[in-house]
């Protein structure tokens, strides 16, 4: 099965840059679509992006899209988020999860990872 290892968060100013990585030390992780999800202190976790099985399909959620960017490397296991132009309002947990396909429900994600901090000062 799946093991999702998030690294890649920390401390950094509005307008920086952060990279998120997001590696299976399971089974090959080109077996299924890859999301990342949120989770702000006192909020639910929330959608931020997936990408689909092949790498060729990728959806984002509407506060991220433009500045936040999904990418697979199945040969090396991983999926990146790369987040510019950051903003307070994007502090948060974030997590990785395996779905069946393009989804933005989180009831339909298995083998979250353990997550990484992203905080973003104003």
């Known amino acids: 099965q799946a093991h999702f290892v998030e690294s890649g968060g920390g401390l950094v100013q509005a307008g920086g840059s952060l990279k998120l990585s997001c590696v299976d030390s399971g089974r090959p992780s080109n077996n299924y679509a890859v999301g990342w999800f949120r989770q702000a202190p006192g909020k639910e976790r929330e959608f931020v992006a997936v990408i689909s099985q092949s790498g060729r399909s990728v959806m984002y959620a509407d506060p991220v899209k433009g500045r936040f960017t999904i990418s697979r490397d199945n040969a090396e296991n991983t999926v990146h988020l790369q987040m510019n132009s950051l903003k307070p309002e994007d502090t948060a947990v974030y997590y990785c999860?395996?779905?069946?396909?393009?989804?933005?429900?989180?009831?339909?994600?298995?083998?979250w990872g353990q997550g990484t901090q992203v905080t973003v000062s104003s």
């Open positions: 999860a395996a779905g069946p396909t393009l989804n933005r429900d989180s009831a339909f994600y298995n083998y």
